[in-house]
Every structure is written in structure tokens, then in C-alpha cells.
């Protein structure tokens, strides 16, 4: 059973050999599945300057083994838009506060994707956000995560147009946190109620979410 776990700054020295799983899955995934070489590293592990003491990930695990994951961040301090991505908001107005995050380096490995694990996923996204106060989260996609977010029930707003990023149409876009797009996500991942697990150590048998 697939189970999602929260993993901040307060717990991760509890999932040192999960975190280290999922960095070399975003090196595998990011690097050579869809070819940004700029990310590559020899030590095979996906890792940039938002891995810090101020992330956030919500990992998928399955039988003790990561099967797909994510990063949150807290947009007022400098973060992936702000810095490498500005030229993509429109007139430059990067949606910032202490109610909005940011999300990147989203994946569920090649071998789940057509299963419930990336509902399940987006489920805890909401999930999360719901829980700690938040209220919109942005992030840079491929333009064909629209219509794969639009069928999850996200509301979701452009913050710019379209713009060719390592050879791929992307857009900044900002997605509505709310109790009506969890509900509909969570019919979609076949769950009937809440699939976060916060204090559970990946290392213990965890309790069986929902489904």
C-alpha cells in the first residue's frame, strides 16, 4: 500500500536513506529519462540549493521503497521562479507570500505511472497544503501537465505565456488549494480519507492509509 510521508527539517535525519533514494530517482528521472543535462551530476544524485533546512518533500513510498516524491518551498525567500525563472511571469510579479509555496521536482517512477500512485500523490499535495494554511502553489511545468492537473480537479491559473525551457513548451502557473480538488483527487486515487503520514518512521511499520 502506497503511503505518503512529510519530511521537514524536524524529521529528516529519521529518513536519511529515503531522501537519499529519492535524489538519485530526480537524477534517474530528471537527468536521464528526460534528458536535462544540466542537472547531471557523477555522484548520480539530483540535489540543488533548494534542498535545504526550508524544504519540504511528501515521498510515496511503497513497501519501504520510493516510488515518486516532491518538493515544497517557501516562496518569500529566493527560490526556483524568483531566480531562474522570472522571464516567465508575466510583467515580472512573482507570486510570493506566506501562504504560497512553490512546488518542483514532482515524479512517480516509469513503472507506476498508470496506476492510483500519482493521484495519490497529488492527493496529499492538496492534502498538505490544506492542512498548513496554504492557499495557492505555483510551479513550472510542461504545458502538458494542464490538462493532467485540469483532470485531477486542480483549479489552476497561467502566471505567464508559454516558453520553450530545455526544448520543451513550460509555463509558470499557479495552482488553488482547496477542499472541493481534494475531494475529487481523492475519488480519483480511491481514497476515502486522509493518506499523509507525518511522525511515522519509514524504518517502523506505518499504519495502512485509507483506500
Known sequence: MTSIHVITRNNRAGYTEVLEEYFRLRHDVFVEERGWRDLARPDGREVDAYDDD??????????????????LYPTLR???ISQSFPHLVRDGRILRGPTVLECTRYFIVRE???GRADCRLLAAFQEFCLEEGITEVTAVVEMWWLPRWHQ???KVRPLGLPTQVEDQPCI?????????????????AGLRGPCLLRE???????????A
Do not use: C, W
Request: hydrophobic share 45%.
Open 152 to 154: 485531477a480537479g486542480f
Open 78 to 80: 529566493p527560490h526556483m
Open 112 to 114: 507506476r505511472r498508470m
Open 54 to 71: 526550508h524544504a519540504t518533500y511528501l515521498i510515496a513510498l511503497d513497501g519501504g521503497r520510493v516510488i515518486g516524491g516532491l518538493r
Open 172 to 188: 509558470a502557473a499557479a495552482i488553488r488549494i482547496s477542499e472541493e480538488s481534494l475531494h475529487q483527487v481523492r475519488r480519483l
Open 200 to 210: 511515522a518512521s519509514p524504518l517502523r511499520k506505518v499504519p495502512h492509509v485509507a
